[in-house]
């Protein structure tokens, strides 16, 4: 079976209505999200409303968390004090902007989704502010995935698509202990798992504005990361129609992403 | 010696100071009019030499002066008329060199120059380049606010740039120089070899000054502020640094 696999679109209507054009397409028979359905983009209510009225299974991303439970992330999740100032404004207005049936459906999204071997998470199982980058050291990433007792992995939150392959190997697990001298080694094999990061709808960090998600093959398990064209521009004015700030329509024509990513990617903000 | 050097906005005269300053061995001396609020090349020029004679304004009779066992170079910022000048440089007997390329129909500096020397290509010259100069006083920016802001304003974010230079103090106490021309990417972005500043907000001159076409200044101004680390975070900051520092191992050059 065909499954699309989509994430991060930020309120960006344009460019989620491009997306399942695509899908369609594609033939795809199953439709996943992986959350951010708000933030940085102008219609907020918009996206969330199409998602809920297609019955998309929805994990719930950092910005939907941030919507129901007020910013949880500490400083250090901006890479910047400006990106921290703009991410502050993002939220302010995006907050504003949902209306109560919005915010009580964002805030009714799991964290986590399961079917079968397949496991869809915004940042990682760990916490849906985690960036599970592309070169994560294999360890961390091999324990992201074992702890959420799947095969494939499908998360989002970098805006960069990847796929990554951990190969079958073994890994031996040692526990030290004070005044014992022989410690007990255990030793396990693990199969082959797979993290796909699917980018992101709305709101590109892959140079170009095109939006990103992926197709996947649950049978043959082929990935296709597909990058869809749309009418960005039309989002760039309905940006400056809503008084958000410039700069955002500035970075989405070039993909640029409205914010950058933590300088400590695996940080998880214990606030 | 009087030197005095012409050009359009990036058209290489600190660079080409910069080379004449580092072929000899007499004493330099540098002066470069009304660019007393930021001087952004005079910071620049120091960082590099320390010994050079920096000249302020006002201080014009001493070029005269001191003139027989100094070599010193008035760098006259594009935007000051020439004609405007003029009575100063006469009166310095000051030998003129205009910087610019080759092409270029630049009839008024090859005119005004007893020496015209090849300098960059400047691209999409217009008559109405606006100028927008910012002055820093004392605010500490934040590195990577500031990087974003850096790669935002030359790729166009505020308009269109022809040139882009600043100096700016950072919160790890150091100043950095950014320089900027749309053809010359391999040009800097880096810290200047001048004293780390850690007690509190610096007492020293820093800005930027950005050419080009259509310029939101507002919008910059708003970035650039929203850049700067605010004051309750300032001395934490820098005594992060003083530790940093005072556990760093000390290295001697052989």
């Not at chain 1, 708000?38 to 910005?63: F, M």
């Not at chain 1, 986590?112 to 496991?119: F, G, Q, R, S, V």
């Not at chain 1, 709101?203 to 197709?215: F, L, M, Q, S």
């Not at chain 2, 066992?69 to 100063?88: A, F, H, K, V």
Request: with cysteine.
């Amino acid at each position: 079976m065909k499954i699309a696999v989509m994430s991060c679109i930020h309120g960006n209507y344009t460019a989620l209505e491009a997306v399942l054009l695509d899908i369609n397409q594609q033939k795809a028979e199953k439709i996943y999200c992986l959350g951010d359905l708000v933030g940085y983009g102008p219609y907020p209510n918009e996206v969330v409303e199409l998602i809920r009225s297609l019955d998309i299974p929805t994990a719930q991303g950092c910005w939907d968390e941030d919507i129901v439970e007020g910013l949880s992330a500490c400083d250090c999740s901006y890479p910047s004090l400006l990106a921290e100032k703009r991410g502050k404004t993002a939220h302010e207005w995006t907050n504003q902007e949902v209306n109560p049936e919005v915010r009580e459906y964002l805030a009714q999204l799991p964290h986590t989704y399961k079917e079968d071997n397949l496991c869809f998470v915004h940042g990682s199982p760990s916490s849906n502010h985690e960036y599970l980058l592309p070169e994560m050291d294999a360890f961390t990433a091999l324990e992201r995935v074992l702890s959420s007792d799947a095969d494939v992995l499908f998360c989002g939150h970098t805006h960069v698509p990847y796929v990554r392959t951990l190969d079958s190997g073994q890994l031996q697990v040692k526990v030290n202990q004070p005044n014992q001298d022989e410690q007990p080694a255990i030793s396990f094999n693990t199969p082959v798992k797979r993290i796909i990061n699917v980018g992101s709808v709305g709101e590109p960090r892959h140079g170009r504005p095109n939006a990103t998600y992926v197709v996947y093959d649950t049978e043959t398990e082929a990935v296709s990361l597909r990058e869809v064209e749309y009418d960005y521009q039309k989002t760039c004015a309905a940006i400056l129609d809503a008084g958000l700030p410039p700069i955002f329509a500035w970075r989405l024509a070039r993909g640029l992403e409205f914010a950058e990513k933590a300088d400590d990617p695996t940080h998880v903000c214990e606030r | 010696m009087i030197i005095a050097v012409a050009s359009p906005p990036g058209a290489g005269k600190t660079e080409w100071i910069c080379q004449q300053i580092a072929q000899t061995n007499k004493p330099v001396g540098y002066f470069s009019p009304k660019t007393d609020s930021v001087p952004i090349d005079t910071i620049y020029l120091q960082s590099k030499y320390p010994q050079l004679k920096i000249y302020q304004t006002g201080e014009e009779a001493a070029l005269l002066t001191e003139s027989d066992q100094t070599i010193t170079y008035i760098e006259i910022p594009w935007y000051l008329d020439l004609s405007g000048i003029e009575p100063l440089l006469t009166r310095l007997n000051s030998h003129r060199v205009a910087i610019i390329f080759p092409d270029a129909n630049n009839t008024e500096f090859k005119t005004w120059a007893d020496e015209v020397v090849s300098g960059n290509q400047v691209t999409k010259l217009t008559t109405s380049l606006q100028i927008h100069r910012g002055v820093l006083t004392g605010e500490i920016l934040d590195f990577d606010s500031l990087a974003t802001f850096w790669l935002e304003m030359t790729q166009g974010a505020y308009g269109e740039v022809v040139r882009a230079k600043g100096i700016f103090d950072l919160e790890d106490g150091q100043i950095y120089y950014g320089d900027f021309m749309p053809n010359r990417p391999e040009l800097e972005f880096k810290p200047l070899n001048l004293p780390r500043w850690l007690d509190g907000r610096p007492v020293r001159k820093s800005g930027f000054e950005i050419v080009g076409n259509k310029l939101d200044q507002t919008e910059i101004a708003q970035t650039i502020k929203d850049c700067c680390v605010p004051e309750s975070a300032i001395s934490y900051y820098q005594q992060q640094v003083k530790e940093s520092l005072a556990t760093e191992p000390e290295v001697e050059l052989v």
